[in-house]
């Protein structure tokens, strides 16, 4: 008996922090979702329970449903293009190599860096008119200007540079894995007489795959997080005007959820909140079932 | 031949990966009238970006709350982490699957969901522009707590039955036989504790409102919008800023990969 009391002792630290900080606050979240602010000098003490009136207005606010469709769209631009440039790096990496370590370390760095602050060296290097991205495009003939005040550039140069800040982390699982493939299989095809791109495509990407989704899953999961890129580098602009509505073309759901809580309307940003972990667990659980089918 | 051309192609990604840091350290050394100059010239080269980061603004202020915050962060979840996988790893008893399951499932919720209700909570309890408010919430870290729950699985039984027969308490055993034989998965849940509390951005700039207790990345972001034009000075920061973690990083880069990938793979 004593043995077992000892056992709860040792859990209790990270039990209290988990109930507390992990567990109570997605009950909590909910909670705040049903209640308004209605006093902003006191903003705790003037909450009223409303009932579903957040989720309603939620429903009926365009800024919303904009900012899902700009998440969906930072998403397909960002996977994809993230794991095919990571499995690029892994490729060309993957031979016993002197300098393996080097290059490792070289392309996973940036994964380990601030968002934030990655954010901000790229703006000086997409300012205008003076940054040199901006100024290399301009030299073969891309005038664009400032990619980050442009609409239709802003979002894919954050992608752009998210990926290249991003590509270590799939590198390294893609590394780890490939070490696993036995190296029999190689010889076989060799035997067999397949080229190294038959090699690659018959031998290596089947035995990735199940890493391949598992980014597909992480990385949808993180760009509904997604909110530092944005406030370093855009801060959810620029602004456009569709349907005589003004939207911002690169207010991601969190950077939204974010500017809500600055407004401290609190309520209104749980029931945002509340409805990205729905979204989120409706699509854990039918990207585990995907998953489970297809391995 | 062949050889050279892969590390040819290896170079370049390298550099394309890495070119806006290189930029952002070329322009931090330059002066500011000439910062957005192309023209590669190490002529006029200055650390007076550097010396006016830190004298006339307080970034060794934000330093020093960025490593407090990062360090005991670091050190308590880790042990917290590693006194919670000991019993779930090695013992039995009731609701332990139960419990297992909800640390776990924990995981899939993504980081932003935690804002607000954390933030009213935090708030409520005082602790805003605290480190206790910086540090508290983040203690327990679920995946490093899994990270070395998988480790002391793999730990062979025989050295516990061992302590048992001897009549070691289960603290004894712990710090004598667990803490000892699992530094490694200790230090790569300390490492990958710090680098998040250094990166926690979002939490940081919603939790502190006074400039004393701002943290790197928080001082920088009020330095930004303050200065939005000053860019040798911005890249002299956010140099200061990132030089900590990637000394960390590529002095202890293994540990880091280790418990990424090992997580990750895993998982």
Redesign the interface.
């Given at each position: 008996m004593k043995?077992?009391i000892?056992?709860?002792i040792?859990?209790l630290?990270?039990?209290l922090?988990?109930i507390?900080?992990?567990?109570?606050?997605?009950f909590?979240?909910l909670w705040?979702s049903l209640h308004k602010v209605q006093d902003f000098y006191d903003v705790?003490g003037s909450l009223k329970f409303v009932g579903f009136l957040n989720y309603i207005n939620l429903l009926k606010d365009y800024r919303f449903w904009w900012s899902l469709l700009i998440t969906l769209y930072y998403s397909l631009l960002t996977i994809p293009v993230g794991i095919s440039f990571s499995l690029?790096?892994a490729s060309?990496?993957t031979?016993k190599?002197k300098?393996y370590?080097f290059?490792?370390?070289?392309?996973?760095?940036?994964y380990?860096?601030?968002?934030?602050?990655?954010g901000?060296?790229?703006t000086?290097?997409y300012?205008s008119p003076?940054?040199?991205i901006t100024?290399l495009l301009s030299n073969i003939n891309l005038n664009i200007g400032g990619l980050l005040s442009n609409p239709k550039t802003a979002l894919p140069s954050v992608a752009f540079?998210m990926v290249?800040k991003n590509?270590?982390?799939g590198m390294?699982?893609f590394l780890?894995?490939m070490q696993n493939i036995s190296p029999s299989l190689y010889e076989a095809a060799m035997i067999d007489g397949a080229n190294p791109f038959q090699r690659f495509r018959y031998i290596t990407i089947p035995s990735l795959k199940p890493?391949i989704l598992?980014l597909f899953i992480?990385g949808f999961?993180g760009t509904?997080?997604s909110?530092?890129e944005f406030?370093?580098m855009t801060g959810g602009g620029p602004g456009i005007v569709i349907g005589g509505k003004t939207l911002y073309s690169t207010e991601t759901t969190?950077l939204y959820?974010?500017r809500r809580?600055e407004s401290l309307d609190?309520g209104y940003?749980?029931s945002i909140?509340?409805v990205?972990?729905l979204i989120?667990?409706a699509y854990?659980i039918f990207a585990s079932r995907f998953m489970r089918e297809r391995l | 031949m062949k050889r050279f051309l892969?590390?040819i192609?290896?170079t370049i990604?390298?550099l394309?990966?890495?070119f806006?840091?290189l930029?952002?350290l070329y322009?931090s050394f330059k002066p500011e009238h000439k910062a957005?100059s192309?023209t590669i010239s190490f002529r006029d080269f200055t650390i007076e970006n550097f010396v006016k980061i830190i004298r006339n603004y307080s970034f060794g202020r934000y330093f020093l709350n960025s490593l407090i915050v990062s360090t005991l962060s670091g050190f308590f979840a880790t042990?917290?982490?590693a006194?919670?996988a000991?019993?779930?790893a090695r013992?039995s008893?009731?609701l332990k699957r139960e419990?297992t399951f909800?640390?776990l499932s924990?995981m899939?919720?993504?980081?932003?969901?935690?804002?607000?209700?954390?933030?009213?909570?935090v708030?409520?309890l005082g602790w805003i522009n605290t480190y206790k408010g910086l540090i508290?919430?983040?203690?327990?870290n679920?995946f490093g707590?899994f990270l070395l729950m998988q480790y002391y699985k793999t730990l062979p039984d025989a050295i516990f039955e061992a302590a048992q027969i001897d009549g070691a308490?289960?603290?004894r055993i712990?710090l004598r036989i667990v803490i000892p034989l699992s530094l490694p998965v200790l230090l790569t849940c300390f490492l990958l504790t710090f680098?998040f509390h250094?990166?926690n951005?979002?939490w940081q700039l919603?939790v502190t409102t006074d400039e004393k207790m701002y943290t790197v990345?928080v001082g920088?972001?009020m330095f930004?919008s303050a200065h939005e034009e000053m860019?040798a000075l911005?890249?002299a920061a956010?140099t200061l800023?990132?030089i900590p973690?990637?000394i960390l990083?590529?002095v202890a880069?293994r540990y880091?990969?280790e418990g990424?990938?090992s997580g990750?793979?895993k998982g």
């Amino acid at each position: 008996m004593k043995k077992v009391i000892e056992s709860y002792i040792f859990l209790l630290p990270f039990f209290l922090i988990f109930i507390v900080f992990l567990a109570f606050p997605v009950f909590y979240a909910l909670w705040l979702s049903l209640h308004k602010v209605q006093d902003f000098y006191d903003v705790f003490g003037s909450l009223k329970f409303v009932g579903f009136l957040n989720y309603i207005n939620l429903l009926k606010d365009y800024r919303f449903w904009w900012s899902l469709l700009i998440t969906l769209y930072y998403s397909l631009l960002t996977i994809p293009v993230g794991i095919s440039f990571s499995l690029l790096l892994a490729s060309f990496l993957t031979s016993k190599l002197k300098g393996y370590n080097f290059f490792r370390t070289l392309y996973f760095l940036p994964y380990i860096l601030d968002v934030f602050v990655v954010g901000i060296v790229w703006t000086l290097l997409y300012s205008s008119p003076y940054g040199i991205i901006t100024r290399l495009l301009s030299n073969i003939n891309l005038n664009i200007g400032g990619l980050l005040s442009n609409p239709k550039t802003a979002l894919p140069s954050v992608a752009f540079a998210m990926v290249l800040k991003n590509a270590g982390f799939g590198m390294v699982l893609f590394l780890a894995t490939m070490q696993n493939i036995s190296p029999s299989l190689y010889e076989a095809a060799m035997i067999d007489g397949a080229n190294p791109f038959q090699r690659f495509r018959y031998i290596t990407i089947p035995s990735l795959k199940p890493v391949i989704l598992f980014l597909f899953i992480t990385g949808f999961i993180g760009t509904l997080s997604s909110f530092a890129e944005f406030f370093s580098m855009t801060g959810g602009g620029p602004g456009i005007v569709i349907g005589g509505k003004t939207l911002y073309s690169t207010e991601t759901t969190g950077l939204y959820l974010y500017r809500r809580f600055e407004s401290l309307d609190l309520g209104y940003a749980a029931s945002i909140s509340f409805v990205l972990l729905l979204i989120t667990m409706a699509y854990s659980i039918f990207a585990s079932r995907f998953m489970r089918e297809r391995l | 031949m062949k050889r050279f051309l892969l590390y040819i192609i290896l170079t370049i990604f390298g550099l394309i990966v890495i070119f806006p840091f290189l930029w952002m350290l070329y322009t931090s050394f330059k002066p500011e009238h000439k910062a957005l100059s192309l023209t590669i010239s190490f002529r006029d080269f200055t650390i007076e970006n550097f010396v006016k980061i830190i004298r006339n603004y307080s970034f060794g202020r934000y330093f020093l709350n960025s490593l407090i915050v990062s360090t005991l962060s670091g050190f308590f979840a880790t042990l917290f982490a590693a006194l919670a996988a000991y019993p779930l790893a090695r013992k039995s008893f009731f609701l332990k699957r139960e419990l297992t399951f909800l640390f776990l499932s924990s995981m899939m919720i993504p980081g932003l969901m935690y804002m607000i209700p954390q933030y009213v909570i935090v708030s409520k309890l005082g602790w805003i522009n605290t480190y206790k408010g910086l540090i508290i919430p983040h203690l327990a870290n679920v995946f490093g707590m899994f990270l070395l729950m998988q480790y002391y699985k793999t730990l062979p039984d025989a050295i516990f039955e061992a302590a048992q027969i001897d009549g070691a308490s289960d603290l004894r055993i712990f710090l004598r036989i667990v803490i000892p034989l699992s530094l490694p998965v200790l230090l790569t849940c300390f490492l990958l504790t710090f680098q998040f509390h250094w990166n926690n951005f979002l939490w940081q700039l919603i939790v502190t409102t006074d400039e004393k207790m701002y943290t790197v990345p928080v001082g920088l972001a009020m330095f930004r919008s303050a200065h939005e034009e000053m860019f040798a000075l911005k890249m002299a920061a956010s140099t200061l800023s990132i030089i900590p973690i990637s000394i960390l990083f590529i002095v202890a880069q293994r540990y880091f990969i280790e418990g990424i990938t090992s997580g990750a793979v895993k998982g």
